[in-house]
């Protein structure tokens, strides 16, 4: 069974940084694409980034893009977001989802605040 | 950017009834590269349909996709009580992938 756990979801000033983690277990994380999909409160989705299988293809919507990195560590089974210079409409909770072009499986989501 | 709008915006049926929910793209979406998700207050998503019509690993056969080019259609053949959600259509044929806007199914 497909478990994702995020975690480092957090109240952040403006203008500060986060990261994200994504604790993957239950499939073979190294042979999977993986990706962050947003959704601010009582709001739609958004696909916020994807990494492929072995890192070297990502993905960026453009409301992040030069601001948010997607990495992993196929060594720990994990998933991250480094989110930097955060604007209030980044308030959202943040999905970790298997797979690279739709989401096969998700987390539970991690809430990120950004207010001041 | 490809753009999904869902319609109805709310669908109100009782259990036993059929669903029929609407994704229709602004254009063409390439070689049917649509998902369909279903999400209940508080909850993640759950992947229902992908490539259009191919049922995700555990979902009922009452669950069914169909279409292809800018029309979309998810269809569940008779409601259960647990059905009763937000549905999302996805798109991941082009870049930015996109979602509808949602689908309310509410009993009625």
């Known amino acids: 069974e497909v478990q994702l756990l995020e975690s480092g979801g957090d109240l952040v000033q403006p203008g500060g940084s986060l990261r994200l983690s994504c604790a993957a277990s239950?499939?073979?994380?190294?042979?999977?694409?993986m990706s962050w999909v947003r959704q601010a409160p009582g709001k739609g989705l958004e696909w916020v980034s994807a990494?492929?299988?072995?890192?070297?293809?990502?993905y960026y919507a453009d409301s992040v893009k030069g601001r948010f990195t997607i990495s992993r560590d196929n060594s720990k089974n994990t998933l991250y977001l480094q989110m930097n210079t955060l604007r209030a409409e980044d308030t959202a909770v943040y999905y970790c989802?298997?797979?690279?072009?739709?989401?096969?499986?998700w987390g539970r989501g991690s809430l990120v605040t950004v207010s001041s | 950017e490809i753009v999904l709008t869902q319609s109805p915006g709310t669908l109100s049926l009782s259990p036993g009834e059929r669903a029929t929910l609407s994704c229709r793209a602004s254009?063409?979406?390439?070689?049917?590269?649509l998902a369909w998700y279903q999400q209940k207050p508080g909850q993640a998503p759950r992947l229902l349909i992908y490539?259009?019509?191919t049922r995700a690993t555990g979902i009922p056969d009452r669950f069914s996709g169909s279409g292809s080019g800018t029309d979309f259609t998810l269809t569940i053949s008779r409601l259960e009580p647990e059905d009763f959600a937000v549905y999302f259509c996805?798109?991941?044929?082009?870049?930015?992938?996109?979602f509808g806007q949602g689908t309310k199914l509410e009993i009625k």
């Open positions: 989802a298997k797979g690279y072009n739709y989401g096969e499986g």
């Open positions: 239950g499939f073979t994380f190294s042979i999977f694409g």
């Open positions: 990494i492929s299988a072995t890192g070297s293809s990502t």
């Open positions: 254009q063409s979406i390439t070689s049917t590269y």
């Open positions: 490539g259009a019509s």
């Open positions: 996805q798109q991941y044929g082009s870049l930015p992938k996109t």
